[in-house]
């Protein structure tokens, strides 16, 4: 629970010494509890101060990392909702195969893990955990296929097995490369608390209800560990919203350090609706970690493209580079276009023209990531704004027309816009992104 700054400031020293800055001790708390000062500032700050700050600073999702180079971060989560501040790590999206399947499927399986990357507003989103389930009764092959789909699929794993023995064999095989074993149950979990500290792995405790779960994690995090994942043995859709909302909530309002981890999922369903439908209910609702049972590609783009809008923190508008854009193979005496750097828009924009089959220019000044008529409202898109951003790039010397064409919606910045770029002209094009094709076949073939 976050600390006020009446309360931090009981914990330092009260001597206004002002040696961290503040002319106070209450204002350095004061900052302390917005978050804008650290505790280091003070040299005066006893152990008492850094371990009950310490402690409040955490967040109330445990933060994890996973893979031997821990690309894979999850949890760090501070709020329930995305509007209240933001959703920090996006749910990471596994496959699954099973070590009885047929080894060429599971061959084309990785390759096709591996291989998937699908593009969207500028970024590049790929899947990123392989879940090897144990279904066959041979502990050698099932330690055989997880090493098989680490080294094939370059990806962190999570390994599933009800037997001891088997996940015992795994994580040894795997150790360093922080995988996650999975079932950490009332069954196993004292035993597999030593086989993750010996070997650098995650657990996932698991239990049917929280209550079960809550003292999994109590006990395990008694035994001196901590990175843990909460895998809810859920029987049915319903039941499993209903308990990941509950302790998220508890986490979050209540400070529940024993539910304060991120999840696991196991989609059920290999019909790809109803796998679908489950995994957007996870990624939308506090998932950490969700396995597709099956290689998707449209179940997968659907999926990536809602995580990119659910985790895009809602207070910073995805954004590209201010510059000149090529489209297409451009010559010097192509047409310029203008828009904004917000990512939707200049990917709407750019695709409108290359679908077109125009080679152009795309001009798209610091906006900072709004579109054309917000931009243009917060006078961030007005004639002498383009024609700064035109000189400090030097576009006379990258073109050799004198003609920019802008968004229909701003044409009243035509003016201002020749005024301070003399020697241009400001051609208006169509309002809408739509229109651009008919635009560019009637004007400018
Ligand atoms: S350095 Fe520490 S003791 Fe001195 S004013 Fe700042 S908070 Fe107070």
Redesign the pocket.
């Known amino acids: 629970m976050a600390l006020t700054g009446l309360q931090i400031q009981k914990l ?14 209450l ?3 004061m900052k302390l509890a917005a978050k804008k000062a650290d505790l280091s ?5 006893s152990d008492e101060a850094k371990q009950v700050l310490g402690a409040a600073s955490e967040p109330p999702v445990k933060a994890l990392e996973l893979g031997e180079n821990k690309t894979i971060k999850l949890g760090d989560e501070t709020v329930l909702y995305r509007h209240e501040k933001t959703f920090v790590n996006p749910t990471a999206l596994a496959i699954n195969i099973d070590d009885g399947d047929d080894p060429t499927r599971i061959e084309t399986t990785l390759s096709r893990v591996r291989d998937y990357v699908v593009e969207r507003v500028g970024e590049s989103l790929s899947i990123d955990l392989v879940c090897v389930t144990q279904t066959g009764s041979d502990d050698d092959h099932f330690v055989r296929i997880a090493q098989k789909a680490h080294e094939s699929a370059g990806r962190p794993l999570v390994l599933r097995s009800a037997g001891f023995e088997a996940l015992q064999a795994a994580a040894r095989a795997l150790a360093g490369s922080r995988c996650v074993l999975v079932p950490a149950d009332a069954k196993q979990s004292k035993k597999l608390v030593a086989v993750a500290q010996e070997n650098g792995h995650v657990l996932a405790a698991t239990a049917e209800n929280l209550d079960e779960l809550t003292a999994i994690t109590k006990e395990i995090k008694q035994n001196g560990f901590n990175d843990l994942l909460l895998h809810f043995q859920i029987q049915s859709f319903a039941e499993g919203l209903q308990t990941r909302t509950i302790a998220r909530r508890a986490a979050i309002r209540e400070n529940l350090k024993a539910l304060g981890y991120p999840g696991i999922h196991f989609v059920a369903s290999r019909d790809p609706f109803q796998g679908t439908v489950e995994a957007v209910d996870q990624i939308c609702k506090y998932g950490g970690i969700c396995v597709l049972p099956i290689f998707d590609p449209a179940q997968l783009a659907t999926l990536m493209t809602l995580r990119l809008n659910i985790y895009t923190d809602p207070q910073k508008p995805i954004q590209v580079e201010p510059k000149l854009y090529p489209i297409g193979e451009p010559k010097t005496d192509s047409p310029v276009f203008v828009t904004t750097n917000f990512s939707l828009t200049y990917f709407i924009v750019s695709g409108e023209i290359e679908n077109s089959g125009c080679s152009a220019w795309l001009l798209v000044p610091e906006c900072e990531g709004m579109s054309v008529l917000t931009a243009w409202a917060a006078g961030k898109f007005s004639g002498a704004h383009i024609a700064k951003f035109a000189r400090e790039i030097d576009l006379e010397s990258q073109v050799s027309t004198r003609s920019l064409i802008i968004p229909g919606y701003v044409a009243q910045i035509s003016g201002d816009l020749e005024e301070s770029l003399p020697g241009w002209k400001a051609v208006v094009g169509p309002q809408e992104a739509a229109d651009l094709e008919s635009f560019i076949k009637a004007k400018l073939n």
Not at 12 to 24: D, R
């Open positions: 330092l020293p009260k001597t206004n010494c002002k040696e961290c800055g503040s002319n106070t001790c204002a350095f708390a500032q003070c040299p005066y700050a």
